[in-house]
């Protein structure tokens, strides 16, 4: 227990004295993940309202598949995504192993299928009038698009959420792509194993406390956005 | 309304796709990239911290140092994913020579393996006379026994004194193998009353959080050599090779090895490793 206050202590004491390296990590983790749920939010988009309008043969083993692929061990995807960019393999000559680009990849892989699955979720869930009277007033596909996911924004921000979450909470994939590399690939959950490891246990807590924090602050504003825009 | 909800998303995107420039701008890496495959064991007692820095210094090269057991970063090395290799496993490393995947291969230093357990000691370790009679009395005694089981060199050592002992251990209900690295398996052998192969440098370095004592300590069995080479650049395309070479001088030269001699004397009251430059074995 008196490790935990210890930790609590010189989470706060690193907090207040903003010590810098920390800061760095934590920026690293905010723009690594960021830019993978940004990524993901393109592709699970996309995919999710083919899925949720399209009638196509094979669209139930394709929703199936993404349904797999929300809970796809991130540990797998980094071994995959290690594998093709290490030197020797078929991406190698990109150099992109060990930098912050490839953990971008690994956790955009991890987070797509999450926000696939809640955007297919949150367009089944319009009315199902909604889109021939769309047309019926002669909207184009793109501004129907447009106006589709105006009407399901706010499940679509619990998509966002569910995707950073994922991303920026990994360590396996992380770990494993980035290399977990001082003042370049280190993200707060590789700091966090790193640190346990050395048996720095006091700046484990501190950066798990900063971890914790950050996904509250991200979901707080979110779900702010969310109660603000709900209609009364 | 909804005009609000597609201005609030467009900023939204627009501060991500800031974040991603900058996420692509800060990794676009130059030619002087320098992957380094090296053990948790250096890494992991700060040696490699206080030299790299050094290195970068002087050669205007950038190391990424990936920390893994010895057996992954020869196979790093065989596959060309590395450019120099610092590992402490000298018949696999003498192996990967011979097969042409190393060139330029030099001792750096040395330090020791040490037997680890409980204080209280109820298998007479601290009696043994050499470390194969200490693993013998763990195996007789039945009390648990952690490996590191993840090919590194530690693990390499431990696994070849069990040989010399006549012993295969690995499907005993009493050894259990961590698959993890040196830190972890300290902390996991402290936590369940076990006892473990440890490289010196790392024990020193997590002591203050262990209850662990050394045991069994100071035979030939247990001396720890730590080589550097460069991976053979005649083998794979994309090998760095200038950089590799001036790792391997810089490990040998005289400053470092100097550094090398006082590391963990301030922190730790003795040196963690001890300096072994010129020669190969």
Known sequence: MELIWEGVREAFRILGTGDREVWEITLRSVLVSGSATLFALIIGVTIGATLAFRRFPGRNLAVTLVNTGMGFPPVVVGLVVAIMLWRSGPLGGLNLIYTPVAMVIAQTIIAAPLVTGFTVAALGSLPPGLRPQLYALGASRLQMLRLVLVEARLPLLAAVMAGFGAAVSEVGASLMVGGNLGGETRVLTTAVVLAARRGEFAPAIALSIILLVLVFLVNLVLTGVQQRERPS | ?281
């Open chain 2, 1 to 281: 309304m909804s005009a609000t909800a597609y201005r609030v998303s467009m900023a939204i995107l627009a501060v991500a796709a800031l974040v991603a420039a900058a996420a692509f701008g800060a990794a676009c890496g130059s030619g002087s990239d320098l992957i380094l495959a090296t053990t948790t064991s250096t890494y992991d007692s700060g040696l490699l911290d206080d030299l790299l820095p050094v290195f970068e210094e002087e050669t205007g090269y950038h190391v990424k140092l990936i920390a893994v057991g010895t057996g992954r970063a020869l196979e790093m090395g065989r596959r060309g994913d590395a450019d120099v290799l610092l590992v402490h496993a000298p018949s696999s490393e003498q192996v990967f020579v011979d097969e042409g995947y190393g060139v330029n291969r030099q001792r750096v230093m040395f330090n020791d393996f040490v037997i680890v357990g409980p204080d209280a000691d109820p298998v007479n370790l601290r009696g043994a006379e050499d470390a194969t009679t200490a693993l013998h009395a763990v195996q007789k005694s039945q009390l648990t026994f952690f490996s590191r089981g993840d090919d590194s060199g530690t693990h390499k050592r431990e696994l070849s004194l069990w040989e010399e002992l006549g012993a295969d251990p690995t499907n005993e209900s009493w050894y259990r193998e961590t698959g993890q690295g040196m830190g972890e398996t300290l902390q996991i052998a402290n936590q369940l009353e076990g006892y473990a192969l440890t490289d010196r440098g790392t024990f020193l370095a997590l002591q203050d959080v262990l209850d662990l004592v050394v045991l069994h300590e100071g035979d030939d069995q247990l001396l720890n050599v730590y080589h550097v080479m460069q991976v053979n650049p005649d083998r794979h395309g994309g090998v760095n090779t200038e950089g590799a070479a001036a790792f391997v001088e810089f490990m040998v030269e005289e400053s470092t090895q100097a550094v090398i001699e006082d590391f963990g004397l301030d922190e730790f009251g003795q040196p963690l490793f001890v300096p072994y430059a010129g020669g190969q074995e």
